[in-house]
């Protein structure tokens, strides 16, 4: 089993940045791609964004793009979510998940989830 443990989220002002993180344990964290989801208010869970095994190439929704930026460091287990221009839109339990394969903006295809984190955007 992999286990994902998010952190970082909190309330911030529109305009405002949050860095989250996920870290992760149990099984080599290398050999996952990693994604962001969120889940806003009666809403269905949507991609934030993905990121390969290597870092070598990243993915974004279209509402994010530009203002979030994924990225890891294999050596720490930890993969980020650099958020910057934060909208009152962006509320939502954020959730970073793995899978055992190529990338994917499916939430269905990924193998493994955290808890998620918070994140509440004031206007």
């Known amino acids: 089993q992999l286990q994902l443990v998010e952190s970082g989220g909190g309330l911030v002002q529109a305009g405002g940045s949050l860095r989250l993180s996920c870290a992760a344990s149990?099984?080599?964290?290398?050999?996952?791609?990693m994604g962001w989801f969120r889940r806003a208010p009666e809403k269905e869970r949507e991609f934030v964004a993905t990121?390969?095994?290597?870092?070598?190439?990243?993915s974004y929704a279209d509402s994010v793009k530009g203002r979030f930026t994924i990225s890891r460091d294999n050596a720490k287990n930890t993969v980020y979510l650099q958020m910057n221009s934060l909208k009152p839109e962006d509320t939502a339990i954020y959730y970073c998940?793995?899978?055992?394969?190529?990338?994917?903006?499916?939430?269905?295809?990924?193998?493994?989830w955290g808890q998620g984190t918070q994140v509440t955007v004031s206007s």
């Open positions: 990121i390969t095994w290597s870092g070598g190439s990243t």
């Open positions: 998940a793995a899978r055992l394969s190529t990338s994917s903006r499916k939430p269905s295809e990924y193998d493994y």
């Open positions: 149990g099984r080599p964290f290398r050999n996952y791609a």
